[in-house]
């Protein structure tokens, strides 16, 4: 089982929509949470941490639900330029890697 | 915000060969670098870290004789691909933090490297 699971899309969204991404993952040591976006061959861009109390960022909110091992993003409004990969990514209590998931592509269309 | 400056951005060589990588921080001093691997519609995978003046921990699986990582200076980290063969074409991309409490992690561009 991977470290850190996502589905892979792609979610296929109209300009406007809102759309959810999940991530689960397996490590209950996992103390910190965050998402990134990364464009194609380009590098990973932090998006938000994630916070246990959920926190928002405004069209972008993430959730933490530490008990069921799972975060969500959720993006309100799709913009055309929100078309990126969203990766799920946990850091480990005590160390200071980074584990990234496998990311989930998100395509907004006019 | 912090800059770490990542070379070349990509790279075509023969099977054989060797090919470094570089990655400076350009103002900051980066106490720990880590090296990551994605091949496509994969995740990044670390492949190793490393500490100035210290030998790099590499993770299970990776090779320390064929990917050579040297971090000689607190702006300065390289990683050596030697004897590429077209198995190790990837892209692959460093990340720097600065210590001293400092949890932000500041990533290079990527190199994406194809062995022919």
């Known amino acids: 089982r991977k470290e850190v699971e996502q589905d892979p899309g792609p979610f296929n969204v109209p300009e406007g929509a809102t759309v959810a991404f999940n991530c689960t993952y397996s490590?209950?040591?996992?103390?910190?949470f965050f998402w990134y976006r990364q464009d194609c061959r380009k590098e990973p861009k932090l998006l938000m941490s994630v916070y246990s109390s959920g926190n928002e960022d405004g069209r972008f909110t993430a959730q933490l639900n530490r008990a069921s091992q799972y975060i969500s993003l959720l993006i309100r409004d799709s913009k055309l330029s929100d078309s990126a990969t969203y990766l799920c990514v946990v850091r480990y209590t005590g160390f200071q890697k980074l584990v990234f998931g496998t990311g989930t592509r998100l395509l907004v269309s006019p | 915000g912090a800059v770490v400056s990542q070379h070349p951005s990509w790279v075509i060589c023969k099977s054989g060969t060797s090919v470094k990588i570089e990655c400076r921080s350009l103002?900051?001093?980066?106490?720990?670098m880590f090296w990551y691997r994605q091949f496509p519609k994969q995740s990044l995978m670390l492949m190793a870290t490393?500490?100035?003046?210290?030998?790099?921990?590499?993770e299970q699986g990776v090779e320390k004789d064929k990917f050579l990582i040297n971090h000689a200076s607190l702006t300065l980290s390289t990683l050596t691909v030697t004897s590429a063969h077209p198995e190790d074409s990837s892209f692959y991309i460093c990340?720097?933090?600065?210590?001293?409490?400092?949890?932000?992690?500041?990533f290079g561009s990527g190199t994406q490297l194809s062995v022919l």
């Open positions: 490393s500490n100035e003046g210290s030998k790099a921990t590499y």
């Open positions: 490590n209950s040591a996992s103390q910190s």
């Open positions: 990340s720097a933090r600065a210590g001293g409490g400092d949890e932000k992690l500041f």
């Open positions: 103002d900051f001093q980066a106490t720990t």
